[in-house]
């Protein structure tokens, strides 16, 4: 029989409802899980156990009076530790906002709580999200080997078990990147589908928060409690909010789907995740989808004005912190707030009017072939050992693994478009593989159909890292 | 002083790049300097690649709303 904290949390829900588990049961079990993996893996930076019991045993008696509030209902979760949970401590993962706790919940924090979320903990983050310091947590499917990130801790506890599932944030791939490295589902939602207020800002126009979960139900499920308008952010979109859930099992026939080579499969795409991305391309052909090549020379755009954004963008939202407290930044984060104070303000209305006419070649594709949806690799290659990530490949000397990994990754923040990794496989050596889903702006019911079409098919979302358990 | 402006393709050095960071109030450490250096090359060097890019008049991507949060738009 299946442990309480392996199952999903579609499972974990059905069986709350039918009373065969309480929701206090899964915290245990999900504390439990903890205890064994923590010690190894550091996926939380901040445990809740005391208020997620009482959340727990808040959700029980509801349940036990008639009232199951969503599919969430006392279901344990992770918080990426730069999402404000009111009372807990919010420090980023940076040794400057030590002990910093905030007197209220971000906006997603509330839904979920309002969804009957339980929240366990806040999982740890690369430094303000930048991605670049040293790691806060450990890949549970090969030790010493890069997890991902910035979302690291979100995506190494759903992948270990220790949470059911996850909040992360994607600013250039935080989502996507630690979803892939870790056999994750992974959804970054349309720029302003999900609320970020209360979320610790890396770049306000490229900033979305969304779920990480092992299956397409469990992300369906978790974006329906956070996605709507929020008033409080100025970057929200007031658009309607469908049943992600509805049209799941619908299929992909007739459904079309782009496939651009040139930049997307490049030559530093690895062969092991090329044989695995062409492999789920035609399965999906196979299960009716119409697939089409397209040509898109302005990819090779997006990484430049990405950058550009997020690090003016950063370094104006750290300009205060990083005077009075830079020296508790790691040098890394530091020297990205450092650079973004001194790109010129030419260069960043430059890279914002590129965007605009980025979005609208990317509106013009879709329409010129009746896109659907796009398809590539979430990552160019597997995780590598962490020390090599800033070395030049052996397979492709001109990039480094780090170069590699942002290849893929910030072409979805600069046009806003919906975009969802799913695993689809593992390299030679078991590591986790995933490919990227890209869909029209709002229409994240799309992907997740396609998404579930093809996890109908495999088994790869089943699957457990074999993490080393402690004593 | 000379009123010769920098050829545009002049990459910067730690020198410029620790006078620009004075001009501005930033502290940099000594040890950022050189990794600094080398990634403002590194963004201008992106930034000529984009110029590649036909701009024509297009605005940037800004959105900003002049409304009054909390005030009814038909009150008198």
């Known amino acids: ?471 | 002083m000379t009123d010769t402006p920098l050829d545009p393709e002049d990459d910067p050095t730690p020198e410029t790049v620790q006078a620009l960071a004075r001009v501005i109030g930033l502290p940099v450490p000594p040890e950022d300097l050189d990794d600094l250096t080398d990634d403002l090359r590194e963004h201008f060097a992106s930034i000529r690649a984009l110029e590649d890019l036909d701009l024509g008049d297009v605005s940037p991507g800004f959105r900003f709303d002049p409304r009054w949060e909390g005030i009814d738009d038909g009150a008198t």
């Open chain 1, 1 to 471: 029989m299946t442990a309480l904290h392996e199952l999903t949390i579609k499972e974990a829900g059905d069986r709350l409802r039918a009373g065969e588990v309480s929701s206090v049961d899964l915290l245990e079990a999900t504390l439990r899980r903890i205890e064994e993996t923590e010690p190894v893996l550091h996926a939380y930076a901040h445990l809740l156990a005391e208020p997620a019991h009482r959340a727990a045993e808040q959700a029980d008696r509801e349940m036990a009076q008639g009232r199951i509030r969503s599919p969430l209902h006392g279901i344990p979760l992770g918080i990426k530790d730069i999402i404000y949970v009111k009372g807990a401590p919010n420090e980023s993962g940076s040794r400057a906002l030590a002990g910093f706790v905030p007197d209220f919940d971000a906006t997603v924090v509330e839904r979920i709580r309002s969804a009957g979320g339980v929240i366990v903990g806040k999982t740890a983050t690369h430094e303000f999200a930048y991605g670049v310091n040293k790691l806060p947590a450990v890949n549970p499917w090969k030790l010493g080997y890069m997890p991902g990130g910035s979302s690291i801790g979100s995506g190494v506890a759903v992948s270990a078990r220790s949470a059911f599932g996850a909040l992360g944030t994607d600013t250039g791939g935080s989502i996507r990147f630690p979803s892939a490295m870790n056999g994750l589902v992974g959804l970054k939602p349309t720029y302003g589908r999900v609320g970020r207020h209360g979320v610790v800002s890396l770049a306000w126009s490229l900033d979305h928060v969304g779920p990480m979960t092992r299956t397409v139900e469990d992300c369906a499920i978790m974006l329906q409690a956070i996605a709507g308008h929020d008033p409080r952010d100025p970057g929200s979109v007031d658009h309607p909010v469908p049943d992600y859930r509805a049209g799941l099992e619908s299929g992909v026939e007739g459904l079309v789907i782009g496939v651009e080579r040139d930049y997307c499969f490049y030559d530093g795409v690895s062969t092991d995740v090329r044989e695995a991305v062409d492999a789920a391309i035609g399965e999906l052909e196979r299960l009716g989808a119409r697939i089409v090549e397209v040509r898109f020379p302005q990819f090779k755009y997006m990484t430049a004005v990405g950058m550009t954004i997020m690090l003016s963008e950063g370094s104006a939202y750290h300009r205060g912190l990083v005077r009075q407290r830079g020296a508790d930044f790691d040098r890394y984060t530091r020297l990205q707030v450092e650079l973004g104070e001194l790109i010129p303000s030419t260069h960043y209305v430059m890279a914002q009017r590129a965007r605009r006419v980025l979005r609208d070649a990317m509106a013009g594709l879709f329409r010129e072939h009746r896109l659907d949806a796009m398809l590539w690799p979430s990552t160019p290659l597997p995780s590598v050992p962490y020390p090599s990530v800033n070395d030049p490949r052996p397979d492709y000397p001109s990039e480094t693994p780090s170069q590699s990994y942002d290849h893929n990754s910030f072409d979805v923040n600069v046009t806003g478009q919906p975009a969802m990794s799913l695993p689809c496989g593992f390299s030679r050596d078991g590591l986790p593989i995933g490919f990227q889903l890209v869909g029209r702006p709002f229409e994240e019911a799309a992907l997740l159909r396609i998404a579930r079409a093809y996890e109908r098919e495999h088994d790869w979302f089943t699957r457990q890292p074999p993490v080393p358990v402690s004593a």
